[in-house]
């Protein structure tokens, strides 16, 4: 390391001019970095309801369906001019771009048809082809909207105030492009007659991607505060500026990596420049309060840069090492977004280690060397001093009790981890304030829901969902669906097949039934299809041999949609028994909420035992000794515990928001306990093997260090909730308290460990690592 650094240092301007070249060449990726926030990346892929959904969207359309609702603001929407809206609406949103013409559901669309009993059999004409304006008319209509289950509250609310447009679209354009499309139709129609408010998985992307865009406000905010925190810990400029050097350089390969690899930035991976803006920056800090320490024995800034690297260079490595390694395994999270975050997070820490064995030495090298008066100032702060003494006296006193007290807040905090419960909202993400909220809360209150849950029926053959058995299944579990608190509508194809045996034999409504051959509902079917070949192309292939049963509810709540598909899969099963089809669970929103709730508890604990045995693995490899990686491990231990139990408490969800925390603060914390570690075993060398003295030295140096790193992380992590984004603001906040943890817990256990059990493993030289105070640097030292 020593050779490695007198190089860098000797051929400084070489080396900021290859990094500076480097850092320009990724530059030029930038431009490819775009925002994009898609649906199919935020959810588990390799989920049975997930690849449903997928299925059924794919084959029917409804993965991009963005819900229109006409609410009316007096009475209710049968008047002349609200009908109007109603027709406008529906026939200019079915011409915009991406937009599934076939799939456009309104009281207006073309396809919506109103189906009558005639003398020579029946009638099928459209609902409303145009805006009725005298009374009978609309009367007339009024009476065929609410004679109909399809339409009463499902695209007309059940007491007629308000009415729903849904439109298909097929994934050409981005949320917000289609949330602007469609403002740009319904702007003019909000009047003093009736508003109009969207909703559905476009509207929850758009403003997603809205708070996402703020991040470009709140990273010059994160690079001030943690710019605040450096000042604080050097007291001088020129400390200050190198370490938001080196993380912004760290932040512009990271993000020119993305680009090169094509990657969209979405709500997570927004999120890591902020993440390697902090750890790089606290990985200088490491550096640099070891070059002012070494700067005030020697005397000169050169070979302060190399005594201080060669000190810290091995432990900065172990350290960013095994946390790219920590975010790296985010790769195997079942969602994409999350996999991209660890990526990225991984890559970005490897850049900031390159750039930190490179362009920090050299550009501190270039640099004037400290006046006295820096160097005073940078030793200055008695009251963390203080603090720090206190809790090395303490740990050296006192380390059972320091112990002891540490369980008894484990023991605590996990009471309330057991309250932890799952749930994952995208419409949670987002302020009850916020647009996306308030109009969710007015369709709700009006119409069926806006959470959607599709069941897809699959026939073994062609023509079995014909088999008036799989149809009186089908009506069976809308009436299944229907009596369950919060769904407030079901319908299939089994809704057309009775209203059209109904039209058939004079309007009785006592034929409102499935017909009991399979030969006069094909005939049905062919004589519906006269009036629009498409009509049925949402709820039934070509094929017939695969169908939906669509349901609409008014929560999406974790607990409801673990309820109803334990009782749903049961139900279906056994009403499907011995039927040539079967149902699968499930689409729709509720289907994929229920799948990420399911794969975050699974993989949440895949995770974690996943980042504790890297952690452990490469620590003990590094340390030469199991029991080093154990005592890596006990503060992090401590630190998730906490952060569960307090999530437990607070009644704070675990959803995708807060599952990757656990792995990004034990990967960041590993850090701390690392640098600890290593700055023990070469203080137990300076002080002749005297333990308290070497831990009170290590406290007050890297002791002082790790304080400044975790607060700069957490104070970065912080900017986050200035957002006002939920997903944000638990990720930041349990980030920030998870640093804050750790580093308190790596300051009082891992010496208390050591003065209680005084492991073997403190006196072995760590793995590629040679004590920094070797003869060559003594003696050019006394030069």
Not at 116 to 129: F, I, N, Q, S
Not at 204 to 224: D, H, Q, W
Not at 234 to 251: D, E, W
Not at 635 to 663: D, E, F, K
């Amino acid at each position: 390391m020593e050779r490695y650094v007198t190089f860098i240092v000797r051929h400084r301007l070489a080396v900021l001019m290859a990094v500076l070249t480097a850092t320009a060449l990724l530059a030029t990726q930038l431009p490819h970095v775009r925002l994009e926030i898609r649906q199919r990346a935020l959810t588990p892929q390799s989920h049975p309801y997930v690849q449903v959904h997928n299925r059924i969207a794919d084959i029917f359309g409804g993965e991009t369906t963005l819900i229109i609702g006409v609410i009316a603001r007096h009475g209710d929407i049968f008047t002349p001019p609200i009908l109007e809206k109603i027709v406008r609406i529906t026939r200019l949103v079915g011409q915009l771009p991406g937009a599934v013409a076939n799939n456009v559901l309104s009281i207006a669309a073309e396809r919506v048809k109103f189906i009558k009993g005639t003398a020579d059999g029946m009638e099928v004409r459209p609902l409303m082809a145009e805006a009725p304006h005298d009374d009978a008319a609309i009367a007339q209509l009024k009476e065929e909207v609410f004679s109909d289950k399809l339409y009463k509250g499902t695209l007309v609310a059940a007491d007629g105030s308000a009415a729903l447009i849904v439109v298909d679209f097929n994934g050409e354009l981005t949320g917000e492009a289609i949330v602007d499309e469609v403002e740009s139709v319904v702007a003019g129609e909000r009047d003093a007659d009736a508003d109009v408010v969207l909703g559905g998985a476009p509207m929850i992307r758009a403003s997603a991607a809205r708070y996402t865009a703020m991040m470009a406000i709140l990273f010059p905010i994160a690079v001030m505060v943690i710019g605040l925190v450096h000042y604080e810990a050097f007291r001088t400029l020129q400390a200050v500026f190198l370490p938001l050097a080196t993380a912004l350089l760290s932040v512009i390969w990271s993000l020119g990596i993305m680009g090169w690899l094509r990657q969209p930035m979405d709500t997570w991976s927004a999120v890591t420049p902020v993440v390697i803006l902090a750890i790089a920056a606290g990985h200088a800090v490491q550096i640099l309060k070891r070059y002012y320490e070494e700067f005030a024995q020697v005397g000169d800034s050169k070979l302060a840069v190399i005594r201080s690297v060669t000190a810290v260079g091995p432990v900065m490595l172990t350290a960013g090492l095994i946390a790219s390694a920590g975010f790296g395994s985010l790769v195997a999270f079942g969602v994409t977004s999350v996999r991209v975050f660890g990526l990225l997070l991984a890559c970005g820490i490897v850049s900031a280690l390159i750039i930190e064995m490179t362009f920090t030495p050299a550009c501190r090298a270039m640099l004037p060397a400290p006046r006295g008066r820096e160097v005073a100032r940078e030793k200055e702060g008695w009251i963390l001093k203080t603090g720090l003494e206190w809790i090395a006296a303490l740990v050296v006193r006192r380390p059972q009790a320091v112990l002891l007290v540490s369980m008894a807040v484990v023991v605590l905090f996990f009471i309330g981890a057991l309250s932890l419960k799952v749930d994952n909202s995208f419409k949670g993400w987002f302020p009850a304030s916020s647009p996306v909220r308030q109009a969710d809360a007015l369709l709700n209150q009006h119409l069926a829901g806006t959470s959607t849950l599709t069941l897809l029926v699959e026939g073994q053959e062609e023509g079995d969902i014909e088999d008036p058995g799989v149809l009186r299944a089908m009506s069976d579990v809308e009436d299944f669906l229907e009596k369950r608190q919060g769904i407030g509508a079901a319908t299939s194809m089994a809704d057309y097949v009775k209203r059209m045996h109904r039209a058939m034999n004079n309007d009785d409504a006592a034929y409102y039934a499935i017909p009991d051959t399979k030969r006069l509902i094909a005939q049905y079917l062919f004589l519906y299809s006269l009036s629009g070949p498409n009509d049925f192309t949402s709820v039934i292939d070509s094929s017939h041999r695969l169908s939906v049963i669509r349901a609409y509810a008014k929560t999406d709540g974790a607990e409801f949609g673990r309820e109803l598909f334990n009782d749903l899969g049961a139900y279906v099963t056994q009403r499907f028994q011995g039927l040539p089809a079967e149902v699968h669970l499930a689409g729709g929103a509720l289907g994929v909420q229920t799948a990420m709730n399911e794969v975050i508890v699974r993989e949440k604990i895949l995770n974690v035992i996943q980042v504790t045995v890297i952690i452990f693995l490469l620590s003990s490899l590094v340390l030469r000794s199991f029991v080093g990686g154990l005592i890596v491990l006990t503060p992090l231990a401590v630190s998730v515990v906490v952060n569960l139990g307090i999530m437990g408490w607070s009644h704070t969800w675990l959803s995708l928001a807060t599952a990757a925390i656990t792995s990004t603060a034990i990967s960041i914390g590993a850090d701390f306990a690392i640098y600890l570690i290593f700055r023990v075993r070469e203080e137990l060398q300076q002080h002749d093997g005297d333990l308290a003295a070497a831990l009170r030295a290590s406290l007050l140096t890297s002791g002082k260090a790790i304080f400044f790193v975790s607060s700069a992380v957490a104070l970065g992590y912080l900017v986050l909730p200035l957002s006002g984004f939920g997903a944000w603001i638990h990720l930041g906040v349990l980030t920030a308290l998870m640093m804050g943890v750790s580093a308190l817990a790596t300051l009082t256990i891992i010496p208390a460990l050591f003065i209680t059990t005084r492991p073997k493993m403190l006196g072995a030289v760590p793995m590629g690592y040679a004590w920094p105070v070797t003869a060559r640097i003594r003696a050019t030292a006394g030069n």
